[in-house]
Every structure is written in C-alpha cells, then in structure tokens.
C-alpha cells in the first residue's frame, strides 16, 4: 500500500463502486427523496387507524414493505458516499440530509407497527394463514407487542433516530476527522501516519521498530480524545439503558438480544468458553510467533505480525476472481455466477483514498444488489476481506431473493457465519494446494492470524469488554475513559496472561472500533465462525451437503437463529460446536508448530 494517500477525486473509476444501480442520477435520487414523504403521507391516510380486516392488514403490510424498500434505496444512496470520503463535505450533508428524511419517514409510518401489535390474537394467525410468507413478521409481532408504548411515544422516538445516532458519528469524526496523527520518526526517516495507515499498514509491518514506533505515536494522538470519545459513548448506553427500561426490560442485555432473538445464556456462553478455553491455544500461538520472529518480548503492537512476512502472496484484483472461481466452487455454479457478477457490475470499492473509513463492510438492500467497501492494498490478507464481504453479499442476495422484505434479514447472531465461511473455503484451497510446508505453514497461520484472530479474539475481547461496561449500566453506575480503559485492560490482561507484555496504549483498544456503537453486535462474530467452522468441518467431512448451507443462506429471518442454524446441521444449543472449532484451532496451532520445526 502507497503510504501516500491520493485524493478521491485522483482515483480510477474502475477501483471506485458505481452506485448508479440504485438511482441512475443524482436528479433521480433527490427526485426520489423528494416524493417519499408524500407517498407515505398518501400510506397513513389511506390506513392509519383502518387495520381492522385482514384484507385490509395484509394490503398494508405489502405497501408498507414497498415504502421501505425505497426507503432502504435512499439510505444506501444517500449514505454510502461519505464512508469512502468523510472529507466531501457535499457527501456529509447529503448523508445527514437523507438521515433527516428517513427518520421523518420512520416517525410518520411508526402507527403502522403500533396498530400491528394492537390488533388480537386471532388476526394476527389469520394473517399467516392468507400469506404464509408473513409468518416470521408475525412471530416479531407477537414479541413486540410486548414492549410496545404509546403510539406518540413511538412517534417521536423514530423522530429521534438521528440523535440517537449522533454518538457513533461523533465517535467516527473524532478518530478520523478531527485527530492528526502526524508524522513519526525510525532511524532519521519520517513516516506519515492516519488512523486508516495505522490500522491497515503499520500494525502488520514486518520492522518490529516501526511497528512499535507507529503505535506509540498512534496511542499518544488517540488518547488525546478519550473524554470526548468516552462521553459520546457513556450517551449511547444511557440512551439504550433507557429504551430498555421504558420498554420494560430488567436488564440491558434482554433489550439487545430480544431483537436478535437469542437467550442470555447462549450471549455468556460464547464469551465465557472462547476467554477460558481458546486463551490458552492463542497464547500458545503467540509464543510460537515470537520464537519464530527472535523478539526480545511480545509486544501489544507485535500481536499482528506475520508469521513468515517473507512469503509474500500477492493478488491482484484480477487473480482475486480466479480465487473466487475456484474456493468458492463447493457452494456450487450458480453461487459463484452470483458473486462474479461484482467485478463487471462495480459493487466493490477497491480504492485506497484520503478520507476513506478503516475496515471494510458490505451494505445490502433489498432489490437491488450488494456494495462492498475494502481498501485492496493487493495482499492475500485482502482476499480475504474481499471473500469476507461476498459472504454476506451471498446471504444478502439469497435472503431478499427468497423473503419478503419484513423477514429478509437474518438475526444478527447468524450474519457473520456466511461470511466467515468463505474465508474457510479460501483456507481449504489455499492449503490444498500447498505443495510444501512453508506454503501450508503460511496458509494456516493465514487462517489463525486473519480469520480467526479478528473474529474470535479481537472482537471477542470487545464483546468481553463491552459486557462489563453494561452490567456497570445496568446496575445504575457511570464510568469516564480512565474507567473504561481499566475494565479494557482487565479483559486483555485476563486473556493474554503472561505470553503478552501490553505497554501504555493497549488499555486505549475501546477508542479503535465502531461496533460499541452497535449494541452487542461484537461477539456475533465469533458466534458466526462458530457456526461457520462447524458446518464447513460437516461438509468437508460429509457429514452434511453443502445444500444445506445454501438452504440456511437463503432462510433470511424465516426461523430464530437456534432452529436455523439446524437447517445447515448446526446445534448451537449444545457446547459442541464451540468445542469442536476450538479443538479445530488447537490442532492447526499444533500442526503449524509442526511445520516450523520441519522447516528449521
């Protein structure tokens, strides 16, 4: 990756993403989001406080999905620009400006949802019974009905959403707007640095004095902006300790999992085996890193290097689709043809630019195709990412093709095993086409250090953090950024043990991710490859077929995750997928200190 970063505007088209499959224009677009407010005035007149047949009920819900599909349209459209340049200033107004109009939109079609779930028993089934496709909205129904508040309460509540979101933008404009990272200094030479060059750049650099130099200077500027980003993020949970309470939880944790409908205990269970059970094979893997890398210690900042960063693979965005061609083959023709479609259809923005957000992300709407944001700096770790972001592209697709849009979406405890499992399927191709053991030492560590180091311990250690920092609003107390730096390096210091020396910074880890924002979204991850490594283990042992997978891929919310899960002959009621996937990793840390000893 160029560590100089060109402006959006220098960039080719060909790298950038070409939202003209949801508004042919801008004139179309702001046509668009000029008529929505009318269509839904036009929606409340003609059903506000008349869902009383179920002819009637079942018309409403068909016109209500098509305000939301456009709606979801505009969002994407409007929204999508700013994450690849937050310094267009023309892009944030017209972000904010869509937010504005959609959470108007939101407000004035909330009586819909309220007068779902104030009608009886009895309408509700026969609903199902006209359109059986609408049982799932039904079951959200039924649930909800039991939160519910007054009508003009819910009103407002949808009126607020762009203030109830103003925590995570505060957040994302203080780390990546407002900091200047500067420059730092190794050996008389300057190297420029940003939030986005140190996430995707100097972490992984392969000179421990640059990786360590970059942190330093990187932990210095961010703690900068800890009160700001700690008082933003205290305002988020108070909101959500709020809604849960008016809505009638006990605790917080029931209001944020009722949605994904899962139990607490499948919540606690994830994080609680993965922090006693998978620390001990990490800190294994670690150490071997270490050895391997003669370092005098291992560092926090050391924690992402390579093992062998010698053994390059290069991929171009060219080759990117032969890899597509050939991993993703077990899921079969048609899947592939639907994700090649991406290169000549541009849903990816390849682009590395000023301003562009960190990580990478997939943005599904419903009826139109996937847009994936990554920076493809060329390496396979990208590839990776890439695949990543096509397996929710996959599900995404799959879902709305087989759903109506008021159970498209799948519970959010499932959403990252599509994904997951197509960084599997890379791993498996890579390795079987490892003709050496360097190559296949490579391919696995590849599989530890990318795959599952960001899903089962980085944002498992979030997920562990964050559940501190929620039972401590849960039981009425407040925190500032030294308290929240405490309960992070507690986490770390309890996962790591001794294999990891973590110097001053580490305990800042809270100020690095936007997924706090995102209520308890972090451990899913590690939820999703749980589910992901079993299936993939099932398959390739032939335990199960690959139909399977592809039936759960196309479920949307059609069932909760516990009975959807079966579809693709995963248990997650039972400890042994967690156990099995754990096994998996201890046996492939083991078989890649295996190679190492072959290859010395």
Not at 103 to 131: C, H, P, R, W, Y
Not at 238 to 252: C, F, H, N, P, V
Not at 297 to 310: F, G, H, I, N, S
Not at 365 to 381: A, D, F, I, Q, R
């Amino acid at each position: 990756m160029s560590e100089e970063m060109k402006k959006r505007a220098d960039i080719a088209e060909e790298l950038k993403w070409d939202l003209s499959a949801i508004f042919p224009s801008q004139e179309a677009f702001e046509k668009a989001l000029k008529a929505l407010p009318e269509e839904v005035d036009a929606f409340a007149n003609k059903y506000d406080g008349n869902l009383t047949d179920v002819t009637t009920v079942v018309e409403g819900v068909k016109d209500y999905e098509e305000i939301f599909a456009k709606a979801s349209h505009l969002g994407q459209y409007g929204r999508l620009p700013v994450s690849v340049d937050i310094t267009d200033s023309e892009a944030q107004q017209q972000a904010r400006h869509t937010s504005n109009v959609l959470a108007g939109v939101s407000a004035k079609m909330s009586f819909f949802q309220s007068q779902m779930e104030d009608l009886d028993e009895g309408t509700l089934n026969a609903v199902v019974d006209i359109e059986p496709v609408y049982a799932a909205y039904i079951r959200k129904i039924k649930k909800s009905k039991l939160a519910k508040l007054d009508p003009k309460v819910e009103e407002a509540l949808a009126q607020l959403s762009p203030v109830f979101e103003a925590p995570a933008e505060i957040f994302e404009q203080a780390r990546s707007a407002d900091a200047d990272y500067g420059t730092f200094e190794v050996e008389g030479k300057e190297y420029p640095l940003s939030f986005v060059l140190y996430e995707e750049v100097y972490m992984y650099s392969d000179d421990p004095k640059i990786r360590r130099a970059a942190y330093d200077k990187f932990s210095e500027v961010l703690g900068q902006y800890k009160n700001v980003v700690a008082t933003g993020y205290y305002t988020q949970l108070q909101s959500e300790k709020t809604l849960a309470t008016m809505r009638g939880y006990d605790s917080i944790f029931d209001y944020l999992l009722e949605d994904q409908e899962v139990t607490q205990d499948l919540y606690h269970r994830q994080i609680d085996m993965i922090m006693n059970d998978f620390a001990p094979v990490m800190r294994k893997f670690i150490t071997h890193l270490k050895e391997v890398h003669g370092l005098d210690k291992m560092t926090y900042a050391d924690l992402k290097v390579d093992l062998d960063p010698d053994y390059t693979t290069p991929v171009s965005i060219e080759e990117s689709k032969d890899l597509v061609k050939e991993a993703m083959a077990p899921l079969g023709e048609d899947y592939v043809n639907m994700i090649l479609r991406a290169y000549p259809e541009r849903w990816v923005d390849f682009a590395q630019n000023h301003g562009k957000r960190s990580g990478a992300f997939c943005s599904t709407t419903y009826g139109k195709h996937p847009y994936v944001m990554v920076s493809y700096t060329g390496e396979l770790t990208d590839a990776y990412t890439l695949f990543h972001e096509f397996g929710h592209a996959g599900q995404g697709i799959l879902s709305n093709e087989n759903n109506p849009l008021t159970s498209a979406r799948p519970s959010l405890y499932l959403i990252e095993g599509p994904s997951t499992f197509n960084e599997l399927l890379l791993t498996d191709y890579l390795k079987d086409k490892a003709d050496d053991p360097r190559m296949e030492r490579n391919v696995l560590s590849k599989m530890i250090s990318k795959t599952y180091f960001h899903n089962f311990v980085t944002h498992l250690l979030e997920a562990a953090y964050q559940r501190e920092v929620y039972r401590l609003i849960d039981e009425g107390k407040s925190f500032d950024a030294n308290k929240l730096s405490e309960l992070k390096r507690n986490v770390l210091e309890e996962f790591w043990g001794d294999s990891v020396e973590l110097e001053p910074g580490a305990e800042l880890t809270w100020m690095r991710q936007i997924h706090y924002y995102m209520g308890l979204y972090p451990y899913t991850y590690s939820a999703g490859l749980t589910i992901a490594t079993q299936a993939f283990l099932k398959i390739k042992s032939g335990e199960e077929s690959v139909d399977g997978w592809l039936d759960f891929l196309a479920l949307g919310g059609q069932k909760v995750p516990a009975e959807a899960t079966k579809v693709a002959g995963v248990d997650i009621t039972t400890d042994q997928p967690l156990t099995d996937t754990i096994k998996y990793l201890d046996e492939s840390v083991d078989r890649i200190i295996e190679l190492t000893s072959q290859l010395s």
